[in-house]
């Protein structure tokens, strides 16, 4: 996709963090931007920030866990603008629960992090790619995983992360397979300097876990302070569209250990550690993680 001035990107996630970011690039392009989030009161203030710029906005209140309410994002989002052109399946979320061993888990804590990540991320899917291939004109789909899909462990949210990896690689392989216009990518960010740590302020009530007290702290704060900026991985985010790249991995610090997974599956070994000291010890070095 090489044009974008006049043409629609929708973006879930959009009133914060990486969401927000790619909106402001994508309106930076010329283009309209359709911003989903849950969290009404920043995507208010996230609307408000591109209309004082008289750029073309429209912000729709989205739970991605639903498959209507994705419909209805993509109805009103092709009435206001007309065609849609860039999907960005962009909304996450990170449990707490993932600090106990997986098979003790709750139901809530699965429920609630598969139903964001991942169900959320098919749903766009099924909803918006019908219409963006019918109408014929370029465009592109970015999903948003992780790292964390690269890499060995991460409980329920590097499970739903690796599947939106797949679920990619399925669309990318379809969409070549059909003859389409529409291109697609992953979004493997690292650290990032988002609020994807207080993820819990936006758990619904109904699916609260005894074993995470809705709101519990994750404690990631400051190490994903000391990540990118949102705007840095927007701009690589924009550029891998411009020339059609499908994997995009930011932070090249973590490439050893995406690298030792691969060797530890070709081996037919045991999954190794991620060494989060390490890591961290390399962001104060200045490495990219």
Not at 233 to 258: K, M, N
Request: with cysteine.
């Amino acid at each position: 996709m090489k044009e974008f001035a006049g043409k629609t990107a929708v973006i879930t996630g959009g009133a914060s963090g990486i969401g927000f970011a790619l909106a402001q690039r994508f309106a930076d392009a010329q283009m309209n931007v359709v911003l989903a989030d849950i969290e009404e009161n920043a995507l208010e203030k996230a609307v408000k920030h591109f209309e004082d710029r008289q750029q073309r906005v429209l912000g729709v209140v989205t739970n991605t866990m639903r498959r209507e309410s994705i419909e209805e994002l993509r109805d009103r989002a092709v009435a206001e603008f007309g065609n849609i052109h860039v999907l960005c399946n962009n909304a996450g979320v990170v449990s707490g629960g993932d600090r106990v061993p997986i098979w003790e888990i709750s139901d809530a804590d699965w429920d609630w992090v598969m139903g964001v990540n991942f169900n959320g991320v098919l749903y766009g899917m099924q909803a918006f790619l019908p219409h963006m291939i019918g109408h014929g004109e370029e465009g592109h789909v970015v999903s948003t995983a992780s790292v964390m899909a690269l890499v060995p462990g991460g409980g329920t949210y590097g499970v739903s992360k690796h599947g939106v990896l797949v679920i990619s690689e399925a669309l990318h392989r379809d969409l070549k397979a059909a003859g389409s216009a529409i291109g697609a990518s992953v979004l493997c960010p690292g650290w990032v300097d988002t609020k994807i740590g207080e993820a819990e302020r936006n758990r619904p009530a109904d699916m609260a876990s005894a074993s995470n007290p809705q709101g519990a702290g994750l404690g990631l704060g400051d190490v994903l302070k000391q990540g990118k900026s949102p705007a840095e991985v927007a701009e690589i985010v924009f550029q891998s569209i411009v020339e059609d790249r499908f994997y995009i991995l930011p932070h090249a610090g973590w490439d050893d250990s995406v690298r030792g997974r691969v060797e530890a599956i070709l081996a037919r070994g045991a999954p190794g550690e991620v060494d989060m000291g390490a890591l961290v010890a390399k962001r104060a070095e200045g490495q990219d993680v």
